[in-house]
């Protein structure tokens, strides 16, 4: 959906004369939480048929009018994408590999036939965002500011079709340690009754309705006295395929023979940024890794024999959230003594430091913004 006439795109930058007091700003980010509090600013780039990406500003946080015939309340082309600002301990500030959360935004906009955002674009309107809004990159450890840049439909028009103008936005959230008490594992429901993607469905973009999906499962998980959901294939309801918003991670082995696997990329589940580091953190640790289809019956399995020593969900949000108990319609076990394993540890605490800059970034993953 590129467009020949796409003009350079340029941002006006047209920040508040009325941002947040000091004394206020740090009451609200004394207890952040995830996702309720808001930065001053925010990021809005218009695209429309005919004429591309225009209109790209900067402006005060504020909420928009929607037309009631608005494409996407009725037809749902809404995409979006989560990333990390993080504070260094110099004092300045990074995101963690932006361009591929770019080239994702990317992938999922063209599933749902909308425009694609230049992955240098996408990057600068970040950037300016948190170089705005820097005073709300909180300091403590573990906490972060959340940064949500997302894209729905603005044509206002009944029609089952493409629409013909859509609005690209970045806002920004602090957000405080995802386990202020010392990290807890969760426990899971193996969901047999939902399926969240199909083959040649959306479940590979980061797109609103398969969240929208997800709702009734985790009310189910929570009504079985499970924290999370885990999604299973959708023609055996037998390969584990990933959790409600993260991916999963099995150790299998001890110690330096450990091997830690994670389901491979069916074009059903999220390809996660945070998945895809540990691959490679893994190796630079020492562990051998695989990605592979694996089932809930070699899961049962392995916990009963051993072989499977740890299990954990990784994503942005949480960073690495260890699995400790598992219940499905036939089953219910606790993976292995219950506690957070070793090497769920270990992973966790070196991309934790490589975020926060505590630990040499020889994978070229953080881009500095201030
Ligand atoms: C965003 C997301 C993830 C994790 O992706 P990261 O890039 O690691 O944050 C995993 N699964 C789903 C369904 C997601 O929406």
Redesign the pocket.
């Known amino acids: 959906m590129s467009t020949p006439t796409q003009a350079p795109i340029t941002f006006d930058l047209k920040p508040s004369a009325h941002a947040l007091p000091d004394a206020e700003r740090e009451a609200r980010l004394a207890d952040p939480g995830f996702g309720r509090i808001f930065t001053d600013h925010m990021v809005t780039i218009r695209w429309t048929e005919g004429r591309g990406w225009h209109d790209a500003q900067l402006t005060p946080y504020a909420p928009l009018e929607i037309d009631p015939a608005n494409m996407t309340l009725h037809y749902g082309q809404a995409i979006f994408e ?2 990390k600002a993080y504070r260094q301990a110099d004092g300045s500030i990074a995101t963690f590999r932006p361009e ?2 770019a080239e ?1 935004f990317q992938a999922s906009a063209r599933r749902l036939a909308m425009p694609e955002l230049p992955v240098e674009t996408f990057v600068e309107a970040v950037e300016l965002l948190v170089q705005q809004d820097q005073a709300w990159v909180p300091n403590q450890a573990e906490q972060s500011l959340y940064l949500r840049p997302f894209m729905f439909a603005t044509e206002a028009a009944l029609g089952v079709r493409p629409a013909n103008s859509y609005l690209f936005m970045v806002i920004a959230s602090p957000a405080g340690a995802y386990f202020p008490g010392g990290v807890k594992p969760v426990s899971v429901w193996l969901s047999e009754d939902y399926v ?1 993607a199909a083959p040649g469905g959306t479940g590979a973009a ?1 797109c609103a309705g ?2 929208a999906a997800s709702l009734v499962a985790q009310a189910e998980a929570a009504a079985k006295g499970c924290d999370q959901v885990v999604w299973l294939d959708a023609a055996e309801h037998k390969w584990v395929e ?6 999963l991670y099995f150790v299998v082995g001890e110690g330096e023979n450990a091997t830690v696997v994670t389901p491979e990329l069916s074009g059903a ?7 895809d580091s540990l691959l490679t953190l893994a190796d630079d640790l020492g562990y051998r890794s695989e990605e592979r289809k694996i089932s809930t019956e070699e899961w049962k399995q392995g916990n009963a024999d051993g072989t499977i020593t740890e299990v954990f969900a ?4 949480a960073v690495i959230t260890p699995v400790g108990h598992v219940k499905s319609a036939a089953a219910d076990w606790t993976v292995a003594n219950g506690e957070p394993g070793p090497i769920t540890m270990q992973l966790r605490e070196a991309l934790l430091a490589i975020q926060g800059g505590q630990r040499p970034d020889t994978h070229h993953w953080l881009h500095k913004i201030v």
């Not at 589940?269 to 998945?275: K, Q, V, Y």
């Not at 990784?314 to 949000?317: E, I, K, R, V």
């Open positions: 989560g990333l591929a959360n994702r969240r980061k398969n969240y990933e959790m409600g918003g993260m991916n589940l999220l390809p996660g940024i945070t998945r990784c994503g942005t949000a």
